[in-house]
């Protein structure tokens, strides 16, 4: 049996260490506090150091409008012309290759060889407000309807950029697909529209132009802007 001094004994040691344990937690709250204490005053430097650095990007960026930070229409302006200025003065070069043909602002060398990719470079001035062709190589084959299936080579570029956006050539095999499987300016281009642009012929090689309502008009799509004009040289290998 316990004796009196057991007991005094026993209790102080559970006071002790209860003691012991709100000293423990007092110091943690003092930790948790000062660390609180820390991160807020880091969060108040860095609002105040990005507020800085937008006011100053705010007031030396003239790109930018007032409203959203929208690049300006003055900003937008000069970078079309800049890319149409860099396209003419491409297309410049490819015309002085031996045999280029340009129609509507789109220049192709090696025009006349299908064994071969043309080079081509276009710089329209301004977008085209119907489907514009020209033929490099009037086939003798076969022509196509509007729902054929049909195998071609191509190249596609923005019409007044010059930038190319799809090429079969450089997958290194013809395209086959049925024609109401693409867009309607690739469709009639190919097949006629029963107006002024007659079907192609298989062996042939023809220029297309294109305005944005007969590509993928408002609708951005790989690589290509919305409401962008297109243009397209394809050579037709096979019809069926």
């Given at each position: 049996m316990a004796t009196n001094k057991q007991r005094r004994d026993a209790e102080r040691?559970?006071?002790q260490r209860q003691l012991d344990q709100r000293r423990q937690r007092e110091a943690a709250r003092k930790?948790?506090?000062l660390i609180a204490s820390v991160v807020g005053t880091l969060v108040v430097i860095a609002v105040v150091v990005v507020a800085v650095i937008a006011g100053t990007s705010g007031g030396d960026d003239d790109?930018?409008?007032?409203?959203?930070?929208?690049?300006?229409?003055?900003?937008?302006?000069?970078?079309?012309?800049?890319?149409?200025?860099?396209?003419?003065?491409?297309c410049d070069d490819v015309a002085k290759l031996k045999g280029a043909v340009t129609f509507q602002g789109v220049t192709v060398a090696n025009p006349t060889n299908l064994k071969k990719e043309p080079k081509v470079?276009?710089?329209?001035?301004?977008?085209?407000?119907?489907l514009l062709v020209k033929d490099l190589v009037v086939g003798k084959g076969k022509a196509p309807a509007l729902t054929s299936n049909v195998t071609v080579q191509y190249t596609g570029q923005l019409y007044r950029k010059g930038t190319q956006f799809d090429s079969s050539?450089?997958?290194?095999?013809?395209?086959?697909?049925?024609?109401?499987q693409v867009?309607?300016?690739f469709t009639?281009?190919?097949?006629?529209?029963?107006?002024?642009?007659?079907?192609?012929?298989?062996?042939?090689?023809?220029?297309?132009?294109?305005?944005?309502?007969l590509?993928?008009?408002?609708?951005?799509?790989?690589?290509?802007?919305?409401?962008?004009?297109?243009?397209?040289?394809?050579?037709?290998?096979k019809v069926g």
């Open positions: 040691l559970r006071l930790r948790l506090t790109t930018s409008a007032q409203s959203g930070g929208q690049p300006s229409k003055t900003a937008s302006s000069s970078a079309a012309a800049s890319s149409t200025a860099a396209a003419a003065a491409n470079c276009s710089a329209g001035k301004a977008d085209p407000k119907a050539w450089s997958r290194g095999k013809a395209a086959p697909f049925n024609l109401q867009v309607p300016g009639q281009g190919i097949g006629g529209n029963g107006k002024a642009v007659k079907p192609m012929k298989v062996g042939g090689r023809r220029i297309v132009v294109m305005p944005a309502a590509g993928y008009g408002a609708q951005a799509n790989n690589g290509i802007p919305a409401n962008s004009a297109l243009v397209f040289v394809i050579d037709l290998t």
